[in-house]
């Protein structure tokens, strides 16, 4: 039960898009509900350690987030260079909001999967397995478009067997 709002928000953009163009309805409100998925996963991801989730667990779902919104990310920006393509001058005005607005969806998504990373960050650090200097370097990771992916790889695989449990333990990167 407390994995189904992060299986939702795997496959929520692709079942909304999905049944709104079979049922020829209005993409808007499926944007709306997707929206709503989002900010509700993005507080969850901070109420997971108080469900017993731990460091690794925590870790584990931003990186399969992440890893999965990837085609989303290419097929939205793959449709803002075809459609630019094809305006043309007629769209020269439009191009630039369009491309921004496209970013800012997918800095949307993937600040929703980063709230899982830094939230199994601050887990690492409530168990000593991480400095306050360490989470904000990671955080700063997160936060970046493309090194976020290849961060959340790392930092699973760095961290997968000091995630496990709640014993202190000496911290993973040293300040020396």
Not at 73 to 78: K, N
Not at 89 to 102: E, G
Request: charged share 15%.
């Amino acid at each position: 039960m407390k994995k189904i709002p992060m299986i939702l928000l795997l496959i929520a953009p692709y079942a909304i898009y999905f049944i709104f163009d079979r049922a020829n309805m209005d993409f808007a409100i499926g944007l709306y509900i997707y929206g709503a998925i989002i900010i509700f996963n993005m507080v969850y991801a901070f109420l997971l350690p108080k469900l017993e989730f731990n460091g690794k667990q925590l870790l584990f779902w931003n990186l399969l987030i992440k890893l999965c919104s990837i085609p989303l990310i290419v097929i939205i920006l793959f449709v803002v260079l075809i459609t630019s393509l094809i305006g043309g001058r007629a769209m020269i005005d439009v191009v630039l909001p369009v491309i921004l607005i496209a970013f800012a969806g997918c800095y949307i998504l993937q600040l929703s999967s980063a709230m899982f990373g830094i939230s199994g960050f601050l887990w690492l650090h409530r168990h000593g397995r991480l400095t306050k200097k360490d989470v904000a370097l990671c955080t700063a990771v997160q936060l970046i478009p493309i090194a976020d992916v290849l961060g959340s790889v790392v930092c699973y695989f760095m961290f997968r067997k000091h995630g496990q449990t709640a014993e202190k333990a000496k911290p993973v990167f040293d300040d020396d």
